[in-house]
């Protein structure tokens, strides 16, 4: 199986800053991985697919990056809506494991 | 609008069973394949299992092979997840998921459902 290792696994920001979530893949899964966001008490939402794709209604602050074993996601400029969990998704092959989580605090 | 709506979850003791209902709506359920997802309380999210449009392919996480059963009535616009000899470690919120392209990641989750298995 692929194991994916998100790091931070927690991260305290501001609003204003950038911000950079990275996944590693324990081995290479091309371009198929997707970004989520997860607030307490809610379901995920996808944010990006195929990497670097952002999903419909997605704000463009959002990115991502990587291909292979190597995936980032960037927050441009953190805005109040954006504290939450985020978890990175491999869909190389089965089965298709979460990374471990981001958190995002308010610092 | 798309809409999954999950039920069944509940409180279960150590080795009973509960069959989870995903109902969909706003889009050609046959068309998809779908997913079923757990997060335990405090944890991240663990994919369970997944099944094709037409369910000729049916995959499960090692952490439920032999004890769950994933099934679809695409007539009846709907999911099923069918867990048998329940343990504490199924103890979670079960999500069904749409697969819209089978590489593009999850693009619509229901609300969830709560499993508690404990005596």
């Known amino acids: 199986d692929i194991q994916l290792t998100q790091s931070p696994s927690f991260l305290s920001a501001s609003v204003g800053d950038r911000v950079t979530i990275t996944c590693r893949a324990s081995?290479?899964?091309?371009?198929?991985l997707a970004w989520y966001q997860q607030k307490p008490g809610k379901a995920p939402k996808l944010l990006i697919y195929?990497?670097?794709t952002l999903q419909s209604g997605v704000p463009s602050r959002f990115s991502g990056s990587g291909s292979g074993t190597e995936f980032t996601l960037t927050i441009s400029s953190l805005q109040p809506e954006d504290f939450a969990t985020y978890y990175c998704q491999q869909l190389n092959s089965y089965p298709p494991d979460f990374g471990g989580g981001t958190k995002v605090e308010i610092k | 609008e798309v809409q999954l709506v999950e039920s069944g979850g509940g409180l279960v003791k150590p080795g009973g069973s509960l069959r989870l209902s995903c109902a969909a709506s706003?889009?050609?359920?046959?068309?998809?394949?779908m997913n079923w997802v757990r997060q335990a309380p405090g944890k991240g999210l663990e994919w369970v299992s997944s099944?094709?449009?037409?369910?000729?392919?049916?995959y499960y996480a090692d952490s439920v092979k032999g004890r769950f059963t994933i099934s679809r009535d695409n007539a009846k616009n709907s999911l099923y997840l069918q867990m048998n000899s329940l343990r504490a470690e199924d103890t979670a919120v079960y999500y069904c998921a749409r697969d819209p392209y089978g590489s593009a990641g999850f693009d619509y989750w229901g609300q969830g459902t709560l499993v508690t298995v404990s005596s």
């Open positions: 706003g889009f050609t359920f046959s068309s998809y394949s």
């Open positions: 195929a990497a670097s």
């Open positions: 081995q290479g899964i091309s371009s198929y």
């Open positions: 099944i094709s449009s037409s369910s000729s392919y049916i």
